[in-house]
């Protein structure tokens, strides 16, 4: 399996652009999370999904951020506009239920910087 | 609110040494206690867990510590090495209710050779 794929691994643009991230969970999986990492903040829980419906985006820090995930086997995180207080490295990361315990899987993220 | 509290922020440890890396929660319905590993560059990997029936959950030179009744656990790593150098996230998580994960905020390992 390749994991948890991310595009783009880095991206950088001007405040004010709109930058979508993609997520393409591993296969099967049917719970997605989407994550972001600062130095300040640590790790942080934007959103998840189970089997394609969010259940929680409390963590969205603003209206700015949207997330979708049209199917199973792929989500975007949208933030428009962009500021530079949003850079930071975000991760996505897909896990399956069904078991009692169950371990996430990250993505090798992406590293967002907006100028 | 922080869910699950880790501390120290950062740790230095000379080669051979132990590194102990602590974890405290309030919410008694967590019953998954996991550790991921974080090498720069890279996104966080499980590196070991614990459920709430056992006190002691050992893996190689990794050992996760757990006291139910003060709400803590912690990780050891024994005969640290070089290549153990990196951010080490705690988290806890109820069942597969949601798998939500809350994680604590990271510790940087050094390991000076």
């Known amino acids: 399996d390749a994991g948890v794929i991310q595009s783009p691994r880095h991206e950088v643009t001007e405040m004010g652009q709109e930058v979508t991230l993609r997520c393409k969970p591993i296969s099967g999986h049917n719970s997605l999370f989407w994550y972001r990492q600062t130095m300040m903040r640590g790790l942080e829980l934007l959103i998840y999904?189970?089997?394609?419906?969010?259940?929680?985006d409390s963590g969205m820090p603003e209206d700015r951020f949207s997330a979708k995930m049209p199917n199973a086997s792929f989500s975007t995180l949208k933030i428009q506009p962009s500021e530079p207080r949003d850079s930071a490295v975000y991760f996505c990361a897909s896990t399956s239920n069904g078991r009692t315990y169950n371990e996430q899987f990250f993505g090798p993220g992406t590293r967002l910087t907006v100028l | 609110q922080q869910q699950v509290k880790q501390s120290p922020q950062s740790l230095i440890v000379q080669k051979g040494g132990i590194s102990i890396i602590n974890c405290a929660y309030e919410n008694t319905a967590f019953d998954y206690f996991p550790w991921y590993q974080q090498f720069p560059g890279k996104g966080p990997a499980l590196l070991i867990a614990i459920r709430p029936d056992v006190s002691e959950k050992k893996e190689g030179r990794f050992t996760i510590s757990f006291n139910k009744s003060a709400k803590q656990f912690s990780l050891h790593i024994m005969d640290s090495q070089p290549g153990d150098s990196a951010t080490y996230f705690c988290a806890a998580s109820i069942g597969n209710t949601g798998n939500q994960f809350y994680f604590g905020t990271g510790t940087s390992l050094t390991v000076i050779p």
């Open positions: 999904f189970n089997n394609n419906v969010p259940i929680d």
